[in-house]
């Protein structure tokens, strides 16, 4: 296909979707399919088309966003977000907290949101949730609000009997729940989206800046930032945490979470307000790690809550509290000091593929993604079923455009997932 770098750039400017990282079968398996549809064999004609008919670009990235989430997907940012927001509302009941997801793809996530925030204690009109994403269609499976196994993973899924009713197709998700989300189409790339947006208290926008090319990363991050209230928290992928490390932002030291916050000019006083303030302990599931579309994940079971660095550093489980603490370093930007923790760990006990996932994860989020990739098989050699794991291997080589590699690590993660038969209904 001769046009096809040309509908590739004209896909870029329109979504950020940069064909060096997604690859070129995808974007060409995509437009073949427009192609046929519209009965159209020559791309030069179809790229005329493109550029001048916005209905078709939007029918082109429908197809080319590939929708892939599921339910309390990223607990930790959650059930954090659920935490700081009841903190939050103790301190300032008169202000209903205003929290931002996107892309929100088929609306699992907010919807997980509002779930974890009232079972936090929260009442619906304390809380306000906007949801946006590119692809219509996701948005219209999130209004129906049906959705099938596909959504629900993991073991934890007791908010599956609380906040569904069984349906032909498989869940329906209650009425009350899906009134606490607002959806709208929105591009983040669009000069004008949320220009005039009151700010937020929380935004959730994971796994998206992986997709971006520097310029158009520093783009959103700007336009992220404008939409923080003074103490807001925003939560991003694990993979993205350096993108956001900046001397406007800095971590919000919430283990696993990958949240960030601005460095206000209150702070540098020495004033930090309380509800902002990291917890001292915090009760963490074990580290379920977001990843890029296209690659599922499982929820987690919960564990005891995050012991005092002093606990941590004590001779009851050395090696497991080195970990834990290389993850607390690990989300605050300290990198090297929490690779150093994960070698200590794996010197005095031995290799474990806990230990080297962890470094896995370090070594991605600061930006060293061929060491990363080394941890991530070293954790499968030593634990082949590991899924995180293999989902994150596979996110890497989806971005050094190994595509075929990529799919064949997300077919190992599969097969330890749920079926994927019936799907959002």
Not at 28 to 40: K, Q
Not at 308 to 328: C, D, H, K
Not at 403 to 421: C, V
């Amino acid at each position: 296909m001769k046009a096809l770098p040309h509908i590739a750039d004209k896909l870029k400017l329109a979504m950020g979707l940069d064909m060096a990282t997604v690859g070129a079968s995808l974007i060409e398996r995509v437009v073949r399919e427009r192609m046929t549809a519209l009965d159209i064999s020559d791309d030069s004609l179809y790229l005329a088309l493109l550029q001048t008919s916005a209905a078709e670009l939007q029918s082109l990235i429908e197809l080319a966003v590939v929708p892939e989430t599921w339910f309390f997907r990223d607990r930790e940012a959650i059930l954090a977000a659920a935490r700081l927001a009841r903190e939050r509302l103790a301190a300032q009941p008169a202000l209903p907290v205003r929290i931002l997801s996107l892309p929100c793809s088929t609306g699992e996530e907010p919807y997980s949101l509002a779930m974890a925030l009232l079972d936090a204690g929260l009442l619906p009109g304390q809380f306000v949730i906007d949801a946006y994403d590119i692809r219509t269609r996701s948005l219209e499976i999130a209004a129906a609000g049906i959705y099938g196994r596909n959504s629900f993973r993991g073991r934890d899924l007791g908010f599956r009997d609380r906040y569904f009713t069984a349906h032909e197709a498989g869940w329906h998700l209650q009425p009350h729940i899906r009134e606490q989300v607002r959806f709208a189409p929105g591009n983040l790339l669009a000069p004008d989206f949320l220009r005039h947006a009151a700010p937020f208290d929380f935004i959730f926008c994971r796994n998206v800046l992986i997709y971006f090319e520097r310029d158009v990363q520093n783009a959103v991050v700007n336009l992220l930032e404008g939409l923080m209230k003074p103490d807001a928290v925003i939560f991003v992928g694990p993979a993205e945490g350096g993108i956001l490390l900046s001397p406007r932002l800095e971590s919000a030291g919430i283990a696993l979470a990958f949240g960030f916050r601005k460095r206000p000019v209150q702070r540098r006083s020495g004033h930090v307000p309380t509800w902002a303030a990291p917890a001292k302990t915090a009760a963490v599931p074990p580290p379920v790690s977001a990843i890029p579309i296209g690659a599922p994940a499982v929820a987690a079971k919960r564990r005891p809550a995050m012991p005092e660095p002093s606990v941590v550093a004590s001779p009851v489980a050395p090696v497991s509290g080195r970990l834990e603490r290389a993850r607390l370093l690990a989300d605050q930007g300290k990198f090297e000091q929490a690779q150093a923790l994960c070698q200590e760990a794996i010197h005095e006990q031995g290799p474990s593929a806990a230990a080297f996932y962890l470094q896995g994860l370090i070594l991605d989020a600061g930006g060293d993604h061929e060491q990363a990739q080394r941890c991530y098989r070293k954790a499968l050699y030593l634990e082949p079923e590991h899924q995180p794991a293999l989902l994150h291997l596979a996110a890497l080589l989806q971005a050094q455009g190994d595509i075929a590699g990529a799919e064949r690590m997300r077919q190992r993660a599969a097969r330890l997932s749920p079926s994927r038969e019936d799907a959002h209904g």
